[in-house]
């Protein structure tokens, strides 16, 4: 009886396993092919063995996701901050050997556009999917709780690096990533946002939107980790090389076969301008005739070089940037200076490219190598201002630079001692032939950047130039198609969004191809904008260095422009074709419904502020936060908001005779404040934008053993105003000082909060960076008292 029933249990058993069906394949699949629209691909199920002798039995095939025969390497780099007209291989004054190199046996595109800013259109490159999609309408710091704007990915949106890794594919991402939330970008995570929860198996760089290239603030995954900044010849972007060429060698080793996906994003050169001295000295001279006669010089190099129609004209430059002539000699001095650094940074940037073309070479994969170099995730900046800055911190805390301050400092600009950005004549320069620059998503100087496309194995055509209007989203699909791998209709259960990018691949070898794309809005802070079939309408609705819009939304004045004909955007048909420009405006409305824009916007520096912004802060609100030794590296949007308020510190302590360090600091160099003692003497010194200094200092020493020490701050309200600062010991009084302005905005994107130690660059030269607290820091509470200003 016992026997029958284990009879009927396994015949059942043998049934149940016989009914579980393989993965049912695409009906479009090939016989003997996987189904690589649904994602991961699912193993095949088989059914159980019976045979008891392993010696007897043969094991079923193991299952093993491999990439697509011949599948090409694919390699992404994007410059950031890099106007059309910077680089010499579309006519530029900035020698980049590496482009000119690639495209003399690849492609240019020269009608290829990006969003006009950082974090969208990073986040529509490595999707396929429009910014707004992404909930990426405007930089991650600035997210919103609307929808198109939260810094939120959807999860109908899958990166192409956990396409492709789905796929069989090795994926690394070195240098800039600016597309995990503030919020999530501390220890806390959630890190299904970083890099290596989006894809990529290797992480090497920066969270942020920049960084100071001496002393960045680096992560390996998702580690702090601390480069050699102390060899004097360390530089970010040669060290992020140094890392991509070990893991491609190391992932070349061991599986050659296989191939790998590397998103090479530098944070080059975007500011600080961070140049090493002998690349920027090439330049001395170079830039003496001034910005308006390199943007003519440049037009004419981009017409014999073909990037250009010859029948294009230089667009009108802005009414606010001065004609160089009518400049005063000072003002000359430091902008040609400024001109000089920048271009040595790109020079040098595009020299770490070329090591890694070499490296591709010398492994024989260059070849069989999707290599695509992006010139610019938008267009060069101009957020410098008409004179430029020495610190770029100043125009994220609303406060303006002169001239002077700048003069005083012209032989260190480039060096760590500056944070260092341009004048914003030699972005409209750098954007030639156009008229705007970075964050105008209404014009072609926003968002129109060189593209070089390498393939020798899969792109017969050489040294030659494709007109084809694309965009920024239209690179996934085109490896998708190169790679033979679908774009997922399914991921992890979860149904995708069609893909709303196009291919460019039918562009390869055929220069005269009608364009695949018809239509794509831009909007970018109100800047707002439509293509369609040939035609252009937009709005310039704020310049960069403009505080405040220039109109209400609804009576913005729009332009129109026949791009087929007029390159540079230089004749506007608005006047002449109303009816044209309606259809346009009307078009846009379309394509801002479908795409998540509205509503629109138009706040910049304000929505830093999470409370006015509207997104989430990983205080939520708290007005009390308690830390602890070992809390270090804590970014500025994981850490409680001190800014415009009034404030106390209190740290519990014990301390040795002549105690030193730091007790709790923020921000750096450029920003920032710190609580610390000195030879047993108890200090808190803020800088204010890396401008001013104010120290308080302690009137009598801190004896040894348990202590609790205290800062007090009454604010005197308003935002960036300043306050009195009051120091204690025990809770008596031992010093008291005026602290007359504070920064209203940020400390600086790339610094930290650290408890008993300066990471980074330091907040105060007076003690040594880094420099360890030789007491014992049991805990230290900061208090905000918000209602009390």
Same mark, same amino acid.
């Given at each position: ?15 149940? /396993? ?6 049912? #394949?695409?009906?479009? +699949? %090939?016989?003997? =092919? &996987?189904? *690589? ?108 709780? /609307? ?6 990915? #959807?999860?109908?949106? +899958? %990166?192409?690096? =956990? &396409?492709? *890794? ?624």
């Amino acid at each position: 009886m016992k026997v029958s029933r284990i009879k009927i249990s396994l015949f059942l058993t043998l049934l149940w /396993f016989a009914a579980c069906e393989s993965p049912k #394949p695409d009906a479009k +699949t %090939p016989a003997g =092919e &996987v189904d *690589r629209s649904i994602l991961p691909i699912k193993e095949p199920s088989y059914p159980p063995i019976t045979e008891l002798d392993a010696r007897n039995s043969t094991p079923p095939p193991r299952f093993e996701v491999k990439a697509p025969d011949k599948a090409p390497n694919v390699v992404i780099v994007l410059v950031d901050d890099i106007g059309f007209g910077h680089s010499s291989a579309f006519g530029g004054p900035i020698q980049m050997p590496t482009l000119e190199k690639l495209a003399a046996n690849g492609l240019k595109y020269n009608r290829f556009h990006t969003t006009s800013l950082c974090s969208p259109t990073r986040t529509a490159l490595l999707t396929g999917y429009n910014h707004h999609s992404n909930n990426a309408g405007a930089i991650m710091e600035v997210a919103t709780a /609307f929808p198109g704007n939260t810094g939120i990915r #959807p999860q109908t949106i +899958t %990166p192409i690096a =956990e &396409v492709l *890794r789905l796929n069989g594919y090795s994926t690394a991402a070195f240098g800039k990533y600016h597309e995990t939330p503030p919020w999530e970008a501390s220890v806390s995570g959630p890190y299904n946002r970083w890099p290596t929860g989006s894809g990529f198996d290797k992480f090497y760089g920066f969270i942020g939107g920049e960084t100071n290239q001496w002393h960045p603030m680096v992560y390996d995954g998702v580690t702090r980790v601390y480069p050699n900044i102390d060899d004097p010849n360390y530089h970010f972007t040669n060290d992020m090389t140094d890392q991509a060429l070990a893991w491609m060698n190391t992932q070349q080793s061991l599986t050659p076969d296989k191939p790998f996906y590397m998103y090479f994003a530098t944070g080059a050169t975007h500011a600080p301008h961070h140049a090493p001295k002998e690349y920027s000295d090439k330049y001395k001279g170079k830039f003496a005739q001034g910005w308006d006669k390199v943007r003519e010089e440049t037009l004419a190099r981009q017409k014999a070089l073909g990037v250009v129609p010859e029948s294009t004209v230089l667009a009108p430059k802005p009414a606010d940037i001065k004609d160089w002539d009518n400049l005063s000699a000072d003002e000359k001095r430091l902008f040609e200076r400024q001109m000089e650094i920048f271009a040595g940074f790109a020079e040098h940037t595009d020299a770490q490219i070329g090591r890694l073309v070499a490296a591709l070479e010398e492994r024989g994969e260059l070849d069989n190598t999707l290599f695509i170099y992006i010139v610019g995730d938008n267009g060069s900046s101009a957020e410098g201002g008409m004179i430029g800055m020495f610190n770029e911190n100043t125009y994220f805390n609303a406060v303006q630079e002169t001239l002077d301050m700048q003069l005083s400092r012209i032989e260190q600009l480039g060096t760590e001692h500056t944070y260092n950005h341009f004048a914003a004549g030699w972005a409209v320069a750098g954007n030639a032939p156009f008229t705007w620059t970075k964050q105008v998503a209404s014009n072609f100087g926003g968002t129109r950047n060189g593209m070089v496309m390498h393939w020798p194995a899969g792109i017969q055509s050489k040294n030659e130039v494709r007109s084809q209007f694309h965009h920024v989203i239209d690179v996934a699909p085109t490896i998708y198609e190169a790679a033979t791998i679908p774009a997922p209709n399914v991921v992890n259960g979860i149904e995708q969004r069609p893909m709303e990018g196009v291919s460019m691949k039918y562009s390869f070898d055929n220069a005269t191809a009608l364009d695949a794309r018809k239509t794509q809005y831009f909007e970018m802070i109100g800047n707002r904008a439509i293509y369609h079939e040939g035609w252009f309408a937009g709005t310039v609705h704020k310049a960069p260095w403009e505080m405040q819009p220039r109109r209400p939304l609804a009576e913005d004045v729009w332009e129109l422009y026949n791009i087929n004909e007029d390159f540079s955007q230089a004749n506007n048909l608005a006047d002449k074709n109303p009816e044209k420009l309606d259809e346009l405006k009307r078009k846009f409305m379309e394509e801002a419904v479908r795409y998540n824009v509205l509503p629109i916007d138009d706040r910049s520096i304000e929505r830093l502020d999470p409370a006015i912004a509207g997104r989430p802060d990983l205080m939520n609100g708290k007005t009390k936060l308690t830390l602890y030794e070992g809390a270090t590296g804590i970014p500025e949007n994981a850490f409680i908001n001190i800014k415009n308020t009034s404030l106390s510190i209190t740290a519990e302590v014990d301390v040795p005779a002549n105690a030193s360090g730091v007790i709790l600091c923020q921000g750096g160099d450029f920003g920032g404040w710190s609580f610390y003692m000195l030879d047993g003497k108890l200090f808190y010194t803020y800088n204010w934008v890396g401008l001013e200094l104010y120290s308080i200092a302690a009137t009598q020493k801190v004896t040894p053993g348990k202590h609790t020490l205290t800062f007090d701050f009454a604010y005197e309200g308003g935002r960036g105003a300043g306050g009195t600062g009051t120091l204690s010991l025990d809770g008596n009084k031992i010093g008291e000082g005026k602290i007359d302005k504070t920064n209203s905005n940020t400390f600086g994107i790339d610094e930290s909060a650290d408890v008993g130690t300066d990471e980074n660059t330091p907040v105060f030269l007076g003690y040594a960076r880094k420099e360890k607290f030789t007491g014992k820091i049991n805990k230290v509470t900061v208090e905000t008292f918000p209602g009390k200003n």
